[in-house]
């Protein structure tokens, strides 16, 4: 069982930054893929950032590649994600989310593949 819970969301003008929390409670036995997705009113859930929790392999979406950077603090069991030259179409609600596996390889494409998920955080940016 893994329990997630998101922080650190908020309001912020384009350009600014923001780091979102997440607190997460696992087996330490199991090796997980943990993940932040998002999605904005109208559209589509979207994955933005994964990462494995041996080994610290990250993936990101082209869309946040060279501005979000995901990870983790195990001692902490947190999974962060930091966020810099926020943009209007950042504004999002963001999840974090986890599923076992052997890999991130193919989960960011989808939510599907994840079965933990944190209850968002509202991240807006203004123009």
């Known amino acids: 069982q893994v329990q997630l819970v998101e922080s650190g969301g908020g309001s912020v003008q384009a350009g600014g930054s923001l780091r979102l929390s997440c607190a997460v409670s696992r087996s330490t036995d199991k090796r997980y893929c943990l993940g932040w997705f998002r999605q904005a009113p109208g559209k589509e859930r979207e994955g933005v950032a994964t990462?494995?929790?041996?080994?610290?392999?990250?993936n990101y979406a082209d869309s946040v590649k060279g501005r979000f950077t995901v990870s983790q603090d195990n001692a902490r069991n947190t999974l962060y994600l930091q966020m810099n030259s926020l943009k209007p179409g950042d504004t999002a609600l963001y999840y974090c989310a986890a599923v076992q596996a052997s890999s991130c390889a193919g989960l960011l494409g989808s939510g599907r593949f994840w079965n933990y998920w944190g209850q968002g955080t509202q991240v807006t940016v203004s123009s």
């Open positions: 990462i494995y929790t041996s080994g610290d392999t990250t």
